[in-house]
């Protein structure tokens, strides 16, 4: 967590308040996140406009005017918050941004996981030249992500989670899109036929979209912009459901822990 659902919704929330405003001061208030946040930051930002907000995977980009723009990832535990209080300092504030309106950006982060840095002109795909496809393209690459998933030995869930195949899905949603396809997670991706492909693709489309339109999920610190909660965790069908009986065939949901992660199914639903 956060996974392409939430990191959209917030991108959506910060193009909702943010976008075309000044930033009147860039403040690192603790560099210390996954990587050190670039010191040169609270120079090159300082009175650039933001022209435009986007994700990319589970990356957030912030484009400014001029050469060089911000690339942030929330991690485990990242979040924003405004405020419009200079005072308005808490725990693990690490990142502090004026705006010219008089709005302040905090960026927090209890596990400190997440990180800012600097992308240059031209932005391009190369950039993030080891990511896979966008969710939203699927149905543009079908022929191409059929090629590659028929050469792949290793399990179906572990492809979902390689972000060089597809971007933006992560453990909890790939639980849930497996189910809804009705595919077994640890069955080899090459062994899987031609229908069950066509359902995996319409069900991350699908699983994905409701999790946006649900405001994302909330297990333990997701927020969006304003503070307020995502509520997908009320739809699953077996992710955290471990014991109880499957919506679908009243079978109890299996919980495995793989490669240090955790994996629900039905073993009926799913043969």
């Not at 919704?9 to 990587?35: A, Q, S």
């Not at 120079?43 to 005017?65: Q, S, T």
Request: with cysteine; aromatic share 12%; net charge positive.
């Amino acid at each position: 967590m956060p996974e392409l659902p939430e990191v959209e919704i917030i991108v959506r929330g910060l193009r909702k308040n943010i976008l075309g405003l000044k930033l009147t001061e860039f403040k690192i208030v603790n560099k210390n996140l996954r990587y050190e946040v670039p010191k040169e930051m609270e120079v090159i930002y300082k009175n650039k406009i933001i022209k435009h907000i986007f994700r990319i995977g589970k990356y957030g980009i912030l484009l400014f005017n001029g050469k060089s723009h911000i690339v942030f990832h929330l991690g485990m535990t990242g979040k924003f918050r405004f405020s419009n209080k200079k005072t308005d300092n808490q725990k693990h504030d690490h990142i502090k941004i004026t705006l010219n309106n008089g709005l302040i950006l905090l960026y927090n982060d209890i596990r400190k996981f997440g990180y800012f840095s600097i992308i240059n002109n031209p932005i391009s795909l190369y950039n993030f030249k080891n990511l896979g496809i966008e969710p939203i393209y699927l149905k543009n690459y079908t022929d191409y992500l059929w090629n590659i998933i028929k050469k792949k030995n290793k399990d179906i869930k572990s492809l979902l989670l390689d972000q060089s195949f597809i971007t933006g899905i992560g453990n909890i949603y790939a639980s849930e899109i497996l189910f809804d396809s009705k595919i077994f997670p640890f069955k080899t991706a090459s062994k899987i036929n031609k229908k069950s492909f066509t359902k995996l693709l319409n069900s991350i489309e699908k699983i994905l979209e409701k999790a946006i339109s649900s405001g994302g999920t909330t297990i333990k610190d997701f927020q969006n912009i304003v503070g307020d909660l995502g509520y997908f965790q009320n739809s699953f069908k077996v992710y955290g459901r471990e014991g109880l009986t499957c919506y679908k065939c009243k079978n109890l949901i299996i919980k495995i822990k793989s490669k240090g992660r955790s994996t629900f199914f039905c073993n009926i639903c799913q043969k």
